[in-house]
């Protein structure tokens, strides 16, 4: 029988990509699992998503955040053997924006969450991905301070555009799936 447990975090400590082990609190592991309750949220907005166009983005994106994950979760000595994210990705985001924002009418006052289960479940994960994104910075900036050297920019860039593509996808899903027009802030 598999075993679903090592044990190895009960005295509060994780491993990185490496040798090295640290508190589960660090930095690293915070931005890391937050990365991954991210996938987490993008993979719940899949599962009640209809169109296949778009679980297909979705699963792309959460297939490019376990690569960020694993980046993040490295050793900064060898985090570049990890990455895989770059300009490329962010250019493919930005293209998915493109094809379903034209096929979009933007508001033109905020948005409030809950027209559609699957829109909300993007609203949920544009949020998830943002504080994702706050603590991939704090990382970066406690690494500078510590000399450690974690830098991509296009991993901040990719996490950016992924919020304002969930964004796009949520008002895609209420205009095409749903009754075609978002709940505003102003009623």
């Not at 491993?15 to 082990?21: A, E, K, T, V």
């Not at 809950?114 to 943002?130: P, W």
Request: glycine share 8%; aromatic share 8%; proline share 4%.
């Amino acid at each position: 029988m598999p075993k679903y447990f090592g044990g190895t975090g009960d005295d509060g400590y994780t491993g990185l990509l490496g040798d090295r082990r640290v508190p589960k609190s660090h930095p690293r592991p915070e931005a890391y699992g937050a990365l991954d309750e991210a996938s987490a949220a993008l993979g719940l907005a899949r599962a009640l998503i209809r169109s296949n166009q778009v679980q297909e983005v979705l699963i792309e994106a959460q297939r490019d955040l376990y690569h960020i994950m694993s980046e993040v979760a490295a050793e900064p000595e060898i985090a570049e053997r990890f990455r895989v994210v770059d300009r490329g990705r962010v250019d493919w985001l930005e293209a998915q924006i493109e094809r379903f924002g034209a096929a979009v009418v933007m508001p033109k006052e905020f948005v409030i969450a809950g027209d559609t289960s699957s829109a909300a479940a993007l609203d949920f994960a544009r949020t998830v991905v943002r504080r994702a994104e706050r603590a991939a910075v704090r990382l970066d900036l406690g690494a500078r301070e510590d000399r450690t050297d974690f830098e991509n920019p296009h991993l901040f860039a990719y996490l950016n555009r992924l919020s304002s593509l969930c964004f796009v996808l949520a008002l895609w899903e209420v205009q095409h799936q749903g009754d075609g027009s978002p709940t505003l802030a102003k009623g």
